[in-house]
């Protein structure tokens, strides 16, 4: 599963597609969230473009937001502090 609950915090698994058009929501696909984003592969600029962007969406705070696994991967794995898995659907507007 994409998303799942961890205590108080909810853990999600995306893939990212970086160099897009804009950054955007493309549904889920092989079980996880395809996010694509306009910034670019390097030094670090996807995953604080990706960072940005779910805190923007789900209006929580960056600092709450920690990728916990794939740094260097287009397979990410993040960890939202203090948001349940209705609240991140509902803010990202997927329907399971």
Known sequence: MWIRGS???TIVECRIHP???RDSIDG???????VRLSAPPIEGRANKALIR???KQLHLAKARITIIQGEK???K???L???GTEEVLSG???TL
Not at 28 to 34: P, Q, V, Y
């Open 81 to 83: 502090e203090g948001i």
């Open 28 to 34: 889920i696909k092989e079980d996880r969230l395809c």
């Open 19 to 21: 160099n897009s058009s």
């Open 53 to 55: 962007f779910f805190s």
């Open 73 to 75: 991967s287009r397979i």
């Open 92 to 94: 990202l507007s997927i």
């Open 7 to 9: 205590n108080d915090s």
């Open 77 to 79: 794995v993040l960890c």
